[in-house]
């Protein structure tokens, strides 16, 4: 069965410091990867989303995130946080038996001054 | 484009009474909508997948006459809890798939936030 799995619960970094927030999924073959964003109490915006091609994938608010097909990973980047990226980041896969997502368990990105 | 809105975007309620959420997509064609639960603090969960014109598919323990689930349109579906009761409290979001889109992409709802009293 596909899954997803975000080893970081929750992340701290310094605004201006750069930032990699890591996923890793478990699927037989190329796999629809997404990376959403939920601030408290809203839902989900998408950050960017990798289908084929090119493995390095730019999204919004200056985030891109690297397909690595032999490391099983799409680890979100961004260059230089703000404080403003304090939120909740999930990583998801579609379903292999149908097309719903299965999110992973999330990571907290705490941004500090 | 592609936008989902929810309704209500928050709802209180008493023990035993039903409560229906609206999951519309404004500006496109949903074949298929997917509804998830959100406890606090916790990720996503499936809860069912919803096709216009035929039964809901429910995930593996989710009480398909407790959370009923009608998609009548290709831009409307709506979850109703029937009964309702303090554990149903959660953060209910719906997203909607892009009738002959590509890849899978769906498009969220901002999410209902139900609290049982």
């Known amino acids: 069965a596909q899954s997803v799995t975000q080893p970081d619960i929750h992340i701290t970094v310094s605004e201006g410091a750069s930032l990699e927030l890591r996923c890793n999924y478990s699927?037989?073959?190329?796999?629809?990867l997404f990376w959403y964003v939920q601030s408290p109490g809203q839902g989900l915006q998408l950050l960017l989303k990798y289908f084929s091609g090119d493995t390095l994938v730019q999204g919004i608010k200056g985030f891109e995130a690297e397909f690595k097909r032999s490391q099983s990973s799409f680890n979100l980047r961004k260059p230089s946080v703000h404080w403003s990226d304090a939120a909740e980041y999930f990583c998801?896969?579609?379903?292999?038996?149908?097309?719903?997502?299965?999110f992973g368990k999330g990571t907290t990105l705490s941004v500090s001054s | 484009g592609a936008v989902v809105s929810q309704h209500p975007s928050w709802v209180i309620c008493k023990s035993g009474t039903s409560v229906k959420i609206e999951c519309r997509s404004l500006d496109f064609q949903a074949t298929t909508m997917f509804w998830y639960r959100q406890f606090p603090k916790q990720s996503l969960m499936l809860m069912a997948t919803?096709?216009?014109?035929?039964?809901?598919?429910?995930e593996q323990g989710v009480e398909k006459d407790k959370f009923l689930i009608n998609h009548a349109s290709l831009t409307l579906s709506t979850l109703t809890v029937t009964s309702a009761h303090p554990e149903d409290s959660s953060f209910y979001i719906c997203?909607?798939?892009?009738?002959?889109?590509?890849?899978?992409?769906?498009?969220f709802g901002p999410g209902t936030r139900l609290t049982v009293l």
């Open positions: 919803s096709n216009e014109g035929s039964k809901a598919t429910y």
């Open positions: 997203s909607a798939r892009l009738a002959g889109g590509k890849n899978n992409e769906q498009f």
């Open positions: 699927y037989g073959a190329t796999p629809y």
């Open positions: 998801a896969v579609v379903r292999q038996a149908g097309t719903a997502l299965i």
